[in-house]
């Protein structure tokens, strides 16, 4: 009974590739997360959506694309993968928009070779 | 940056030693989070000062927030090798846009039994 399950866990891919990360929370939560954490264990958020609806778009290069189809469920497309790509990414879940408790997933970790 | 920066960067104590972390921010917050963090896994929550409060305890743990001096410690008393981690702080900003958490670079705390 996993609150918020990402897919897959561990993802090696060449350059060039595209890939995409699922992630469910089964928490009731309606708003969800991409967070990217580097080697240097720096988390920072690159998406936030609230009900189906883009909220948070940091700097994040147009390869990234998020999509929720619904607001239980939020994936991670990411195109012509780079090395720079490689790090941990974290789904993660809330209620509203107020800066309340944030529940993560366990973490993909993507390495681009 | 808003970016909350965290001392030290790694601490290393014996079983039963109590860990004092600190963080410092720049911004006005509405709250301020602690996560942990153990190796391969996702953050999981632990504590929540609101602006307005001074101290929080949660079992071992004991928070403080000094909004004069945009710090705050969390104490891990009697500390046990369970307790081996990466722990976080996380602000949510007064003009917090989407609910978006700031978390700084984390302190890698290791308990030796």
């Known amino acids: 009974d996993t609150a918020v399950s990402q897919t897959p866990k561990y993802l090696v891919t060449q350059m060039g590739n595209d890939k995409s990360i699922k992630c469910e929370q089964n928490l009731g939560h309606d708003t969800m997360y991409w967070y990217k954490q580097d080697s240097k264990k720096f988390l920072k958020i690159m998406f936030s959506y609230n009900n189906k609806e883009l909220i948070i778009n940091e700097t994040v290069p147009n390869r990234f694309s998020p999509k929720s189809p619904d607001k239980a469920h939020l994936n991670l497309h990411i195109n012509s993968l780079e090395l720079g790509d490689s790090a941990v990414y974290f789904c993660a879940s809330t209620f509203g928009n107020s800066g309340n408790t944030i529940y993560f997933g366990e973490g993909s970790w993507l390495t681009v070779v | 940056s808003q970016q909350g920066e965290e001392d030290p960067q790694a601490l290393s104590i014996q079983e039963g030693e109590n860990a004092t972390m600190n963080c410092s921010y720049k911004t006005s917050i509405n709250n301020l989070q602690w996560y942990r963090q153990n190796s391969g896994r996702g953050l999981v929550h632990l504590i929540l000062?609101?602006?307005?409060?001074r101290e929080k305890h949660s079992g071992r743990l004991r928070v403080t927030l000094d909004t004069s001096k945009k710090s705050s410690s969390l104490l891990i008393t009697a500390s046990r090798a369970a307790d081996t981690a990466s722990y976080f702080c996380?602000?949510?900003?007064?003009?917090?846009?989407?609910?978006?958490?700031?978390f700084g670079q984390g302190t890698e705390l290791s308990v030796k039994p």
């Open positions: 996380a602000t949510d900003p007064t003009l917090n846009q989407g609910g978006k958490l700031i």
């Open positions: 000062i609101r602006s307005n409060e």
